[in-house]
């Protein structure tokens, strides 16, 4: 099982990224996926989840509005479309697949891809 986070980089504040999540070895319509990040000197946090549906999502409060997750399963992908971006939402984002869905903390997931780095200038 392979999940594979790319699509990060460097943005000024106010900007957009779209970094995605490709998955291999595992039957991606039977996931939950979630996003986390982990920033600076912090501990790695919730950020957002989509059900295996592709309807059901949750988000931290502090990306709501901007941040928008979403699942293709023909492409065995997810992708987070972020908006707005503030230099708070520096981190490294992780992906990761569940049978639970929607879980918010770290423990559920047993597949982990490596982070893709997004670094918001102020």
């Known amino acids: 099982v392979q999940l594979q986070a790319y699509g990060g980089g460097l943005v000024q504040a106010g900007g957009s990224l779209r970094p995605s999540c490709a998955a291999s070895?595992?039957?991606?319509?039977?996931?939950?996926i979630a996003w986390f990040r982990q920033g600076p000197g912090k501990e790695r946090e919730f950020v957002a989840a989509?059900?295996?549906?592709?309807?059901?999502?949750s988000y931290t409060d502090s990306v709501k509005g901007r941040f928008t997750i979403s699942r293709d399963d023909a492409k065995n992908t997810v992708y987070l479309q972020m908006n707005n971006l503030k230099p708070e939402d520096t981190a490294d984002y992780y992906c990761?697949?569940?049978?639970?869905?929607?879980?918010?903390?770290?423990?559920?997931?047993?597949?982990w891809g490596q982070g893709t780095q997004v670094t918001v200038s102020s």
């Open positions: 990761a697949a569940s049978a639970v869905p929607l879980a918010r903390t770290s423990r559920p997931y047993n597949y």
């Open positions: 070895g595992l039957t991606f319509g039977n996931n939950n």
């Open positions: 989509i059900a295996r549906s592709g309807v059901s999502t």
